[in-house]
């Protein structure tokens, strides 16, 4: 039972948001007179002493105790008496956990998004410098259309945007304090919520006090939340191995974040990319751990919620070390931009350029364009050459309407430069979007 039941092995990393909680709600206490001013301070100090323990020399892990909550009564008992025992007055562990970790949660909201901020600034740095560098874009991993090297990486921007929005959404749920719902009916004590509520940072005390001890929620839109990022992260990853790969060649991985391998002399491999990818998994499995164990579970509180912890402080640990991995990865990954702008001649990437062309110029309805193009990348095909290296005369004879005009239109500078829609891959859109970036992370003040 002993070693079923504790959780202090890996509660023990709340104990500065247990210290916390105890402080404000003891200074509540003594403030309304529930317990005496010279207790309550008697209580506080002690509790500071306590911390001052923890912080020079770790937790104590005594299983008999079962979680921090108790190891730091009983810590309080030994150094100020039986005065430690009016602590609890009012509360019971069920509201103390919840409190202790939407604070424990909180932190770890504003942590992923100061990673992301940062990963977001290394992505607008680079996509600033290789706004007009002209790479292949993609659908189904075949050459699609050029795009560029900048609006690639501010896809991504995007991605984070939205990843930013949706831990800043969950901090504002979170952020409701169910310190005082006790064990779960509330207290008959004349307790002051609005004051712990306050002096914790929270905006106001929970409305329900069932709802209060039984609720993980905030969890799970951590791991949510969490979860949507590593994907995003696994997706840039996956990028980065791929284009690190020789055949592709568009980056050169730094160094710091690669290895080489144990046998072949030649080898670099793209480990943190790839322990990124891999991270993402056990983020995700992390999420579906908490809500498998949420499932089901009647009002109020149940001992399965104390398994909410193991995969929250897991789930932050990988994704913190994912978004500086990412970070330094995208900050010194060194580009091949002469390799991607070749890879971009492959393909007939500017093949819709042509159907372009033919509509705006000849007049001639899209779907037929687009026929008379595939006729032209087929003869390309066939000779083994690019599209504008085929003569006007191969190309008339596929279609008189085309003239000379065509040819500049089948660059893939011209390509990118005339995709300039709002959000398009054009180099002066690309700017515009960066130097909006760059504005709204305050990288320019
Ligand atoms: N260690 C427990 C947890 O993490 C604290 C709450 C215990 N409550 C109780 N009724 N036994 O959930």
Known sequence: ????????????????QDIAASKAHVAMLGAQGIVSAEDAAAISAGLDTVAGEYEAS????????????????????????PAAGRLHTARSRNDQVATDFRLWVRDALDEADAGLAALQAAL???????AGAIMPGFTHLQVAQPVTLGHHLMAYYEMLRRDRSRFSDARARLNECPLGSAALAGTGFAIDRAATAQALGFAKPTDNSLDSVSDRDFALDYLMAAAQCSLHLSRLAEELIVWASQPYGFVRMPDALSTGSSIMPQKKNPDAAELVRGHSGRIVGCLTALMVTMKGLPLAYSKDMQDDKPPVFEAAGLLTLSLAAMEGMIAQAAFNTARMRQAAEF???TATDLADWLVRQAGIPFREAHHITGAAVKLAESKGLALEALSLEELRAIDPRIDEGVFPALSVEASVAA???????????VEKR????????GMDR
Request: hydrophobic letters at 40%; aromatic letters at 6%; charged letters at 25%.
């Open 1 to 16: 039972m002993r070693e079923i039941n504790a959780s202090i092995p890996f509660d023990k990393a709340l104990w500065k």
């Open 58 to 81: 770790g937790v104590p892990e005594d299983w008999s105790l079962e979680d921090i909550h108790m190891t730091t009564e009983s810590r309080l008992a030994e150094l100020i008496g």
């Open 124 to 130: 607008v740095t680079r996509a600033g410098e290789h």
């Open 347 to 349: 393909g007939y990437a």
């Open 419 to 429: 995709r300039a829609s709002h959000g398009g891959t054009a180099p002066s859109e």
């Open 434 to 441: 960066v130097a909006e970036a760059r504005a709204a992370l």
